[in-house]
Structures are given as C-alpha cells and as structure tokens.
T-cell receptor, first 118, second 112 residues
Framework: GAVVSQHPSWVICKSGTSVKIECRSL??????MFWYRQFPKQSLMLMAT?????????EQGVEKDKFLINHASLTLSTLTVTSAHPEDSSFYIC??????????????FGDGTRLSIL | GQQLNQSPQSMFIQEGEDVSMNCTSS?????WLWYKQDPGEGPVLLIA?????ELTSNGRLTAQFGITRKDSFLNISASIPSDVGIYFC????????????FGTGTRLTIIP
C-alpha cells in the first residue's frame, strides 16, 4: 500500500518551455502532498507543500510564479515549471502522506522526474 | 533551508560487514525517519520512529530515536549487495507541521 506515482519519469525540453509534472497517490487519499528538488549528489530540499483545495505553501526562496502547484483532488497534485531554463534542470520528487485520523503516517515518495532543459 | 548532519558522508565496506550511520540536529524533532534512495529513484521508507528512546527493527535494519530527540542512528547488519545506495535521515517536527527536513545523506558502497 501507500504507492505514489509520478509522471513523466524524465523530460528533455528546450529553454522557455513549460513542463507539467503529475503526482498521484494510487491507493490512498492525501490532502497534503510535498514537492522536493534534488540536485546531483545533494539531499532533497522541500520546495512547497501542496494542499488539496487551497493554495500551496512555498518555502523561502522558491518562486511561486515559476513553480505553479495545483492540488485539485485528494489523489493528484501537479507541479508546472513555467518558462523553464537550464538552471531549473534537476530531479523533482513528490511525496504524499496518508490522510487518516492517526497523525503518525510517514511520507511516501514518488520515483521522481528528471528534468533537463537544453 | 535547514539540513540535518549525517555521518559518515560515505562508506566503503565488504559484503557481510555491519554498518552504522547517524544523524544529528541542533533542534528537536518528534518523528525521525530513515529512507534509502537508489540512483534515479525516489526515497523508500525504511524505518519510522515516533517516540524518544524508541528502538525499532526492520529485518537487518535497526534504528533508534535519541533520548534528546536531536539524533538518530541506523544500523545495518550483515550487509548484502542490494544495500548499496544513499541513506537519508529525515526529521519531522509534528504537531501540525508535517514538513520533513532531510539529512545530508550517507552513500554506502560495497566492495566486492
């Protein structure tokens, strides 16, 4: 159980293109999902917290107009990198936490999306 | 953003050896998690710790939540080739704050 699916697995596109990444919780509902970015040989850094039916909460230094997040249902959150540039190339990973009465539910991660901007 | 200090940064061991790594923080966390990440994939949860002093095992893996709530360790016994990867600790404040703060990672390599 607690499977998180991310799509696409990798994207290569030209500078200036907007790219949408999907994160789905396959067998559970998640009112909250999280988006991380990981540069080579580095740890995961939280970009934003995605809340179903409301605006996302962005971490300091993350441009909300650059990284658009939509969490329209309890099983789907999307991250759109608008007008992507080479410096946006990275490994983007989402996670989701089971929405349940028990607050002790860990985050489960998707397999990540490798974004390469030429 | 904040990161947890994880040590060692990398380990080179022979198959069958035991492994120990730890994670320390300057602030308190109420949940500690250990994840393993293989190249090109997302982290996979290994062990979750919810109570200070808690010692939890998952097969050959054992992890402990430090009494001070500022540290945790992970042990792997009798390592096998599939243990190769990067291990991350993560702390969660809890009490409504679900955000995870990740450690700097420990890269485990098994020497043939």
């Amino acid at each position: 159980g607690a499977v998180v699916s991310q799509h696409p697995s990798w994207v290569i596109c030209k500078s200036g293109t907007s790219v949408k990444i999907e994160c789905r919780s396959l067998d559970f509902q998640a009112t909250t999902m999280f988006w991380y970015r990981q540069f080579p040989k580095q740890s995961l850094m939280l970009m934003a917290t995605s809340n179903e039916g409301s605006k996302a909460t962005y971490e300091q230094g993350v441009e909300k107009d650059k990284f658009l997040i939509n969490h329209a249902s309890l099983t789907l959150s999307t991250l759109t990198v608008t007008s992507a540039h080479p410096e946006d190339s990275s490994f983007y990973i989402c996670s989701a936490r089971v929405t349940a009465g028990d607050s002790n539910q860990p985050q489960h991660f998707g397999d990540g999306t490798r974004l390469s901007i030429l | 953003g904040q990161q947890l200090n994880q040590s060692p940064q990398s380990m080179f061991i022979q198959e069958g050896e035991d492994v120990s790594m730890n994670c320390t923080s300057s602030s308190i966390f109420n949940t500690w998690l250990w994840y393993k990440q293989d190249p090109g994939e997302g982290p996979v949860l290994l062990i979750a710790l919810y109570k200070a002093g808690e010692l939890t095992s998952n097969g050959r893996l054992t992890a402990q939540f430090g009494i001070t709530r500022k540290d945790s360790f992970l042990n792997i016994s009798a390592s096998i080739p599939s243990d190769v990867g990067i291990y991350f600790c993560a702390g969660q404040e809890g009490f409504g704050n679900e955000k995870l703060t990740f450690g700097t990672g420990t890269r485990l390599t098994i020497i043939p």
